[in-house]
């Protein structure tokens, strides 16, 4: 009796709520809230969705890039080149890598030509007078640490500059990035040492005027070596060498090149001269021998014709040797009479006394007279 009064005295136990309105009445306001947030957690979800997969795309699409006509470049994977030798090297086009800091890309400009001057034999000039040309005062002595100068083969000094022209080679481009760190100093520091080995093989005579292009040759031939020797991957373009004495005794060398290109452009007038009166000379005497060869010709020719018709003639001589004497005067007086104009014929007497002839040297002209 006892429980039953306990549970009389709670009341009635509530019915469970249900989730969602009977059909026929609208909804209770807490179930339209959280119809509400779980539409705004789709609709949440959904622009996560999208903006993952916007995200994914820009990933993917940022890595792609393009090499210009005039550069390569290689794609370095965790810091590692991809690819073995030249396979390497990307080409100019459009190309794909995973983004930074997974992929790399390092360009390489194979297209462009870089210039470098060695000054290390220079003596020292600003800016604005290398522009304008102008030299600077010329003191007579070096100024330590400014002046440079190079040693030559006689114990001389002078100054040399060299200016290189070169750009990168294809086949080593990943040699000339990757495995030197200064490459440009490199360069810079193997022209140095290659102006100052080519002066001290050259006296300074050489140097300066007379074998001044065996001077140039000299520094390329020890450059190429050293390029060759360090696989730098450089091609050489070219390679302009300058040298001049020091400033102070400058205007002594002008003289003596001054007077070294007038000898020699006096000796090379003189070859020339020598050139042309010799071909003359040749010339005169090939004529002179031809001329002898072409009257020797005629003369044997005629000679052999005269002994050919006397070989002829002589059995008729032989058979009657006054007849072929008339013969022969007669023939010879036709040629002789051809362009006579008055002819006059004296036989011999047949009693073989001579006969007087009278002959009129200054008798009058004949008359013309005019055609009718």
């Known amino acids: 009796m006892a429980t039953q009064s306990n549970n009389s005295n709670r009341g009635p136990e509530p019915k469970p709520r249900p989730l969602s309105p009977p059909p026929g009445q609208p909804p209770l306001l807490e179930d339209a809230g959280a119809l509400a947030l779980e539409e705004a957690l789709k609709t949440s979800f959904r622009i996560i969705k999208v903006l993952?997969?916007?995200?994914?795309?820009?990933?993917?699409?940022?890595?792609?890039?393009?090499?210009?006509?005039?550069?390569?470049?290689v794609r370095l994977h965790f810091g590692r080149p991809v690819g073995m030798?030249?396979?390497?090297?990307?080409?100019?086009?459009?190309?794909?890598a995973y983004p930074y800091p997974i992929d790399e890309i390092v360009r390489i400009p194979v297209g462009q030509s870089h210039t470098l001057v060695s000054k290390t034999g220079w003596y020292a000039i600003?800016?604005?007078?290398?522009?304008?040309?102008?030299q600077p005062t010329p003191l007579h002595f070096?100024?330590?640490?400014?002046?440079?100068?190079?040693?030559?083969g006689d114990g001389n000094i002078i100054h040399a500059k060299a200016t290189l022209k070169y750009?990168?080679?294809?086949?080593?481009?990943?040699?000339?990035?990757?495995?030197?760190?200064?490459?440009?100093?490199?360069i810079q520091n193997l022209l140095d040492n290659s102006l100052i080995y080519a002066s001290s093989k050259f006296t300074a005579e050489r140097a300066l005027y007379?074998?001044?292009?065996?001077?140039?040759?000299q520094?390329?031939?020890?450059?190429?070596?050293?390029?060759?020797?360090?696989q730098v991957g450089v091609l050489v373009e070219t390679i302009e060498v300058q040298t001049t004495a020091p400033l102070s005794v400058k205007p002594a060398f002008d003289d003596v090149i001054t007077a070294f290109q007038a000898a020699n452009t006096n000796i090379s007038q003189a070859e020339i001269y020598a050139r042309i009166a010799t071909n003359a000379a040749i010339a005169q005497a090939t004529r002179l021998v031809n001329d002898g060869l072409t009257r020797s010709n005629e003369l044997v020719k005629t000679v052999a014709s005269d002994v050919s018709m006397f070989t002829q003639l002589q059995p008729y001589f032989r058979n009657d040797p006054q007849l072929f004497k008339q013969r022969l005067l007669t023939e010879t007086m036709e040629r002789v009479l051809t362009n006579a104009q008055e002819k006059f014929f004296v036989p011999a007497r047949t009693d073989g006394k001579t006969r007087e002839l009278r002959l009129q040297l200054s008798r009058e002209p004949l008359r013309i007279q005019p055609p009718e």
């Open 210 to 217: 007379l074998d001044l292009n065996a001077f140039r040759e």
């Open 219 to 230: 520094v390329a031939q020890r450059f190429n070596r050293h390029l060759d020797d360090l």
């Open 167 to 186: 750009r990168l080679d294809p086949t080593r481009a990943v040699s000339y990035t990757f495995n030197f760190a200064q490459v440009t100093n490199l």
């Open 126 to 134: 600003t800016p604005e007078q290398e522009l304008s040309g102008q």
């Open 52 to 73: 993952m997969a916007a995200l994914v795309i820009i990933f993917l699409f940022s890595g792609v890039f393009t090499v210009k006509p005039n550069e390569l470049a």
């Open 85 to 96: 030798g030249t396979e390497q090297l990307l080409k100019p086009g459009l190309h794909w």
């Open 142 to 152: 070096l100024q330590a640490g400014v002046d440079g100068y190079t040693l030559t």
